[in-house]
């Protein structure tokens, strides 16, 4: 009897605590969202006003973003661990291209044609892998 109860004890416990994942998933992944995508909408804007803008302020512009998002996302806490190891790879992608877009914005200037097509290559290279990771975290989050 009692190795029974415990064990019909034991299941339940389990289930609660797999629907408590599933709810600080969500939770997290909510977090998430609160925090990227106002900022990558603002980027959004910024490019599409500009588009393969030749003044290097708009590119400082997204720069300044581009950290911002990488700070925001840096200090946010998720309870889960692989949502918070995740952050920490997508602020480092976000660093990644608000130092590329400094580059590219003090290159500018200077007409320096290979730095400035290297410098694209990477920003586009760096957006890509991005999308990657937003792909990755979207799947996750919409599984639960």
């Given at each position: 009897m009692?190795?029974?109860l415990g064990?019909g ?14 709810f600080?998933?969500?939770?997290d992944?909510?977090?998430l ?9 603002e ?14 302020a708009?590119?400082?512009k997204l720069?300044t ?9 840096s200090t ?7 949502t918070?190891?995740?952050?920490k790879?997508?602020?480092q992608?976000f ?22 097509q ?6 586009k290279?760096?957006t890509?892998?991005?999308a ?6 979207q799947a ?5």
């Amino acid at each position: 009897m009692w190795t029974r109860l415990g064990c019909g004890v034991f299941l339940g416990l389990s289930v609660l605590l797999l629907g408590c994942e599933r709810f600080q998933l969500v939770r997290d992944c909510n977090r998430l969202a609160q925090v990227v995508n106002p900022a990558v909408a603002e980027i959004a804007r910024v490019r599409k006003e500009q588009p393969k803008s030749t003044n290097p302020a708009v590119y400082d512009k997204l720069s300044t973003h581009y950290e911002g998002l990488a700070k925001a996302l840096s200090t946010t806490t998720f309870s889960d661990k692989r949502t918070t190891d995740d952050a920490k790879v997508y602020a480092q992608t976000f660093s990644q291209a608000a130092s590329l877009s400094k580059e590219f914005a003090r290159a500018l200037p200077r007409g320096d044609s290979a730095a400035l097509q290297r410098l694209s290559d990477a920003l586009k290279l760096t957006t890509a892998i991005e999308a990657q990771q937003v792909a990755k975290l979207q799947a996750r989050c919409v599984a639960h």
